[in-house]
């Protein structure tokens, strides 16, 4: 039960009037010098921004280019659809990749679903982060890699599943995001986790985390709940175990810094009740 | 609410310099708001440490995202969203990490008779608004330590109205005992015989329900 829907005794109107005056009645805060300090200091080291149109702006062609340089679209096309079936037919776990070469992959698709910070390279370009993915536009990357996370290998896990060493959970969407990886799945063999985190045998007990994952309502609510609706949407949902507990770990955009992502490590119930306690843990990775 | 819509074509204006690159022109606009975006950050965080950071982190974020501001909602409006979310982040990454708890309720209003001073009155507050969860904290800052109406407040938490009008319900009915010096009374006197503003709106027992945030 959530603070939302526990029982409580509600005030009379005018006690809750009395509350309100109250709070009302306070001023303004002042924001402490340091504290403008600190946050003009903060901006001025900020790039500037792009505007509109502006000439460094790469065209979705090229930054597609960029990522797949040595692949023709008609190869990609006939090898996306090849393994696109085959990836919803099989039982099984097959390792894929989503095809991104470029350490901003993963912004390129939440930038696209509507993400409200602008992400920029490292080179201070609104770049690949505004391009979408051509074969499914607004999904994450879905997998069941069923490693066991924790705090030590969080990091390196999650920029695994940046770079496409998770098995894909069997579904329509699942499979489209094989297709699409698939062309580069070489790349992503060579970025192999280690043997002490590789899947456990069992994933029996993963389902209550995996129906949040492939419940496009549950996991939107889960969304929701963890950005608070700020129009972040996820760049990869891995369907694992923290410690011995089934999770979820949600990779977000940063809102802060593009060259990071927002990891959420949580509950299977996450969603279907508006309450933090679902978090198991928060970290920042960089990419 | 009246603030936004006073100083809003200037923010536009201010706004729309920055994201055609002028260098100066969001540094302005953060000072033009500076202590209300403080206020929503110390509030809503119920810290200095973690409201700064919060700050810095919606400040870049929105200095970064000018370019998605639409202009469906006042600049204000919007900039109080990045802020609220940073700082429920903020509030999620701690609760993430029981190392770092809060403090116990209990502890939190320490002889506030001894507080007369404004001052004094403001941080008691804030105290009691940290023992409130996180939702109930941010709505009650934005109705009615901020001024924003339900509908305004609804808008920056993505939530519906009813859902609004509940969590404030509950966390002024939480906080009442918190605060009870402060309001002159025990639990079940105060505010007396008086009339009851319309600036609160009662709570519905369906409000909730309506609200439909949850699918």
């Known amino acids: 039960m959530n603070d939302d829907d526990e029982a409580f005794e509600p005030l009379s109107p005018e006690e809750e009037e009395a509350v309100h005056a109250l709070l009302a009645s306070l001023p303004t805060e002042r924001m402490p010098v340091e504290v403008l300090a600190r946050i003009e200091a903060a901006l001025a080291a900020q790039p500037p921004i792009a505007a509109p149109g502006a000439a460094d702006v790469v065209p979705l062609d090229e930054a597609r280019a960029q990522r797949r340089p040595s692949r023709s679209p008609v190869v ?89 060493t998770g098995s894909p959970v069997s579904t329509p969407g699942a499979a489209s995001l094989a297709a699409q990886g698939s062309a580069t799945s070489a790349a992503a063999s060579a970025r192999a986790v280690p043997p002490s985190s590789t899947p456990t045998s069992s994933t029996m007990s993963l389902g209550s985390a995996e129906a949040t994952a492939t419940t496009p309502t549950r996991l939107a609510a889960c969304v929701r709940e963890l950005t608070s609706g700020d129009g972040r949407t996820p760049i990869a949902v891995d369907v694992a175990r923290w410690g011995t507990q089934p999770v979820l770990v949600v990779v977000l955009p940063s809102t802060s810094d593009a060259s990071s992502v927002a990891v959420y490590v949580v509950r299977p119930t996450c969603g279907a009740v508006s309450d933090s306690s679902d978090v198991v843990e928060f970290a920042t990775v960089s990419r | ?100 708890p809060l403090p116990e309720a209990e502890d939190r ?20 608004l940290r023992a409130l969860p996180p939702e109930q904290r941010a709505a009650l800052v934005l109705v009615d330590l901020e001024g924003h109406s339900v509908e305004e407040a609804a808008r920056i938490l993505d939530c519906a109205p009813g859902t609004v009008k509940s969590r404030c319900s509950r966390g002024r009915a939480r906080l009442a005992p918190l605060l009870q010096p402060l309001l ?10 008086a009339e009851a503003s319309p600036s609160v709106p009662p709570v519905q027992p369906h409000d909730e329900a309506l609200g439909g945030e949850r699918p």
């Open chain 2, 1 to 100: 609410m009246t603030g936004p819509e006073v100083t809003d074509p200037d923010d536009r204006a201010l706004l729309a310099r920055h994201v055609s690159g002028d260098a100066s022109a969001f540094s302005e606009l953060v000072r033009r708001h500076r202590d209300r975006l403080w206020s929503v950050a110390l509030r809503t965080t119920g810290n200095p440490e973690d409201a700064a950071d919060a700050l810095q982190e919606a400040l870049i974020s929105a200095y970064r995202g000018a370019g998605s501001y639409r202009g469906e909602a006042a600049v204000t409006t919007w900039l109080h969203r990045i802020v609220v979310n940073a700082g429920l982040d903020v509030l999620r990454r701690r609760a993430a990490r029981p190392s770092v």
């Open chain 2, 184 to 193: 002159g009374g025990d639990r079940h006197t105060l505010g007396g015989n």
């Open chain 1, 76 to 164: 990609l096309t006939v090898a996306a659809s090849v393994v696109g079936v085959l990836a919803a037919v099989a039982v099984g776990i097959a390792v894929v990749d989503r095809g991104s070469s470029s350490p901003s992959g993963g912004a390129d698709t939440a930038a696209a679903e509507g993400a409200t910070v602008a992400a920029s390279s490292s080179t201070g370009r609104a770049t690949a982060p505004l391009a979408a993915t051509p074969e499914q536009p607004g999904a994450p990357r879905l997998t069941r890699t069923g490693r066991s996370y924790d705090a030590a290998n969080l990091a390196l896990l999650t920029r695994g599943l940046l770079t496409g």
């Open chain 2, 109 to 128: 209003v320490a002889d506030p008779r001894d507080r007369l001073a404004e001052r004094e009155t403001s941080l008691v507050v804030l105290e009691a």
